[in-house]
């Protein structure tokens, strides 16, 4: 059963889906209002806010500047094989802590012309904010592209106290 719920955050309310478990719900998507490929809710989805009660509080205590790191459960069988392993690099990026998309790319295997695909990857990372994708930069210290908006990944690298934010 896919299960969704909203929670208010600094960059507006954020939408969560996940999937049913026997222990709770796994994270499926995190979405950011206005962002490029956002979730949207479907018929048959059910309203679970006390589903999802753990993952909103981790998220308040984020946005406070008291949590570092995520400890959620994640919905399988989300995205190919080579995204699992690009979005995979992107959970061992330290908090306040910024790499360049060549340095995934490395992390990978994908280096060189490989840089492009590991964009796109993380460009389909559908669980923003907890999985950290805001921490990739552009080799000169410029920020990239971010599904949820440039903005809102300036945001997120300023709360984290990341350096190199430009």
């Not at 222990?23 to 809710?41: C, E, T």
């Not at 998309?101 to 907890?130: D, F, K, M």
């Not at 903005?151 to 350096?163: D, H, I």
């Amino acid at each position: 059963m896919t299960m969704y719920a909203t929670v208010d955050s600094p960059l507006g309310e954020l939408l969560l889906v996940g999937d049913q478990t026997t222990g709770g719900v796994a994270l499926a998507s995190l979405s950011l209002p206005g962002q490029k490929g956002a979730a949207v809710v479907k018929d048959g989805w059910v309203r679970a806010p006390e589903a999802f009660a753990g993952v909103a509080a981790q998220l308040r205590e984020y946005f406070a500047g008291r949590l570092t790191r995520f400890d959620i459960e994640y919905a399988d069988g989300v995205g190919t094989d080579f995204q699992r392993r690009v979005w995979s690099a992107l959970d061992t990026v330290p908090y306040g802590e910024t790499v360049s998309y060549g340095q995934i790319a490395e992390r990978v295997g994908s280096a060189g012309a490989g840089v492009r695909a590991v964009g796109t990857a993380i460009g389909r990372n559908p669980l923003l904010v907890v999985r950290p994708c805001h921490r990739v930069i552009g080799s000169d210290g410029a920020l990239r592209g971010y599904a949820g908006g440039l903005e809102s990944k300036e945001r997120l690298l300023r709360l984290e106290g990341a350096p190199a934010v430009r």
